[in-house]
């Protein structure tokens, strides 16, 4: 048995030795054909990995909220401590229902993102042990926070990775959810190397 144990480092994904200069955002304004990489590597920045969602065709970010997100952006993508303990709890005790890893943590990533959305989660979790009709309520949930239940919903169920488009609601995304949902896609796309962005 091989297990595979090379890690990028920060000098493996350096734009210099890039073989698609061409397309590099950093050479000619393209998106980095190697951003998953670099970011395994830490060294892709959090303006840099938030600006490659304007990459998408139909992105739904205009750029006065994109500058929004970026000029409140608090250091860390966690907004409190208690969303990140959330977060390992809820990846570790709950079973979400697919084999896709990224999909599922950008899933716990935004069902632990309030105090009111882990309650619905733990109850829901708690009733389907116990093959019960779940107890948690929809009622106390604010209308950003039933935008990002829906959204992980949607991550969780559609055969392909929804666009931030179709998780975001025009009518009831504010800017912590829309920062949230954009946190997860990025997730759900590249993976937990997301988490350990810090500048």
């Known amino acids: 048995m091989f297990l595979l144990t090379f890690k990028y480092r920060p000098e493996h994904v350096d734009c210099q030795y890039c073989t698609e200069v061409g397309a590099c955002r950093h050479r000619a304004g393209g998106p980095c054909p190697w951003l998953a990489e670099r970011l395994e590597a830490g060294v892709v920045s959090y303006s840099e990995v938030m600006l490659s ?99 992980a919903f949607n991550l969780l169920s559609q055969p392909e990775p929804p666009t931030l488009r179709a998780l975001l609601s025009p009518n009831h995304a504010d800017l912590f959810s829309t920062r949230q949902i954009a946190h997860a896609l990025l997730i759900a796309r590249y993976g937990s190397y997301v988490l350990k962005i810090a500048d």
């Open 53 to 151: 969602l304007l990459d998408d065709p139909g992105c739904p970010l205009s750029c006065r909220r994109m500058t929004e997100l970026l000029d409140s952006w608090p250091g860390t993508l966690w907004h409190s401590e208690s969303h990140q303990a959330n977060y390992n709890w809820l990846e570790s005790n709950i079973p979400l229902g697919r084999a896709d890893t990224n999909r599922r943590l950008a899933s716990a990533y935004l069902l632990s993102s309030t105090t009111e959305l882990i309650r619905f989660s733990k109850s829901c979790c708690v009733s389907g042990i116990h093959g019960q009709k779940p107890s948690a309520s929809t009622d106390n949930l604010s209308d950003a926070e039933l935008t990002m239940l829906v959204a």
